[in-house]
């Protein structure tokens, strides 16, 4: 019983030392990209208004240039590490425009406030900005290099792989006319792409 009094008192005493020594840092940042959408592929699956199903699996390779502000919080973590939540405005295809909601994860092995190479990956929620479509989904995995210009303001140059995953509006081949949920069994599409960015970091 000593012996549990004994470990918890100390427990207890490490505790102020474990926050001490653990400081996180708040982050603030802005982020400018530009896109390359190069793959959009789509699974549709349907009952059209003649009743009969339509099963359509098309693929399409296509360049298409899109950009991306975006604006991030984020937190500092160990010297290594930040963790950070994303939103802004980015294009993804022809009048594919998305608010995201992205939690980003950055690591430095030169630490944070150093000039070197870094890795970073992100998962979203995209939230369609001009469209009555459903909320879609978005991933992003990079690289990107850090350039510390003064002890608090850094700046990231990034090259990331990005898929991103929607709902779209599907047309019944036969009446020109959208086809009701009720009706769809399948209805995702994906767009690939690559990003090359710039963020500056406070």
């Known amino acids: 019983m000593i012996g549990k009094r004994l470990i918890l008192i100390a427990l207890l005493l490490c505790l102020p030392m474990v926050s ?13 990209g530009y896109t390359g959408t190069f793959l959009k ?26 950009g991306a502000v975006l604006a991030n919080v984020g937190v500092d973590l160990g010297g290594n590490w930040n963790l950070g939540v994303y939103s802004g405005l ?10 995201p909601l992205e939690l980003r994860a950055k690591w ?28 879609g989904m978005r991933g992003l995995l990079g690289v990107g290099y850090r350039i510390a210009l003064f002890r608090h303001l850094s700046a990231d140059l990034m090259l990331s792989w990005n898929l991103t995953q929607e709902h779209e509006n599907i047309v019944d081949p036969d009446t020109k006319n959208l086809v009701p949920r009720t009706k769809i069994t399948n209805n995702t599409t994906e767009y690939q792409g690559i990003n090359i960015s710039l963020g500056i970091n406070f």
């Open 108 to 135: 430095f092995p030169s630490g944070l406030s150093s000039d070197g190479l870094f890795l970073q990956g992100g998962a979203a929620l995209a939230f369609p900005a001009f469209a009555p479509r459903e909320t």
């Open 41 to 66: 592929t789509s699974q549709h699956n349907f009952i059209c208004a003649e009743g009969y199903r339509i099963i359509d699996n098309p693929s399409r390779w296509w360049y298409y240039s899109n």
């Open 20 to 32: 001490f020594a653990w400081k996180p840092k708040i982050s603030y940042g802005l982020e400018w």
């Open 90 to 99: 980015l294009g993804v295809y022809s009048r594919r425009w998305m608010v």
